[in-house]
């Protein structure tokens, strides 16, 4: 079955693009949802148009995203972590930890369009991520994960014992 995306579909494709896709998934699942519509011979001509005049404005978000990922290219993250034996982390990174520390140095991007491979980081080291900025502007970002500074506990001088105080005289013993 083909059809046409009205927006974007994981693991499928962009808005406006023409996919092939099994006739359930398609009528069960894309059309009703309204992620899709048939890709019939006028919705072909109508799409044709669109994208035909689409096509200078594209090319001005193209080399934005350019500009952007070139700047990001040359942006050095470290993301810090509480590590426990060796470089094992306590917990994980994940895309959202990279998009909060990519916000900190001033670069807002959104974590749906931060992709790491194996999902989550559970070891300190260097570290690459995919950021999308646009559906074909795909920057290989590479962070570091390093260990959160412990700091270090005082030894505790030992308590100095107060003396006991002198017992009191009670009035029986007088």
């Known amino acids: 079955m083909e059809l046409i995306l009205k ?3 994981d693991n499928l494709g962009f808005k406006d693009d023409l996919v092939q896709v099994k006739n359930g998934y398609g009528r069960n699942f894309l059309i009703p949802s309204g992620f899709a519509q048939l890709a019939t011979a006028s919705a072909k001509k109508v799409l044709a148009e669109n994208l035909k005049q689409r096509a200078f404005k594209e090319k001005k978000v193209v080399e934005d995203a ?3 990922a070139k700047s990001l290219g040359a942006l050095e993250v470290k993301i810090k972590a509480k590590v426990g034996s060796g470089d094992k982390l306590f917990g994980s990174i994940s895309n959202a930890n990279l998009s909060e520390a990519i916000d900190k140095a001033g670069y807002e991007i959104e974590r749906k369009f931060i992709t ?4 989550l980081i559970k070891r300190t080291g260097k570290y690459s991520a995919k950021i999308r ?3 074909e502007v795909i920057l290989d970002f590479p962070f570091e994960v390093i260990a959160e500074a412990v700091p270090r506990k005082k030894k505790a001088a ?4 107060a003396p006991a105080p002198a017992p009191v005289a009670s009035k029986e013993e007088e």
């Open 133 to 135: 900025l646009h559906r």
């Open 158 to 161: 030992p308590k100095k014992v």
């Open 116 to 119: 790491i491979p194996g999902g």
């Open 66 to 68: 350019n500009k952007k």
């Open 7 to 9: 927006q974007d579909v």
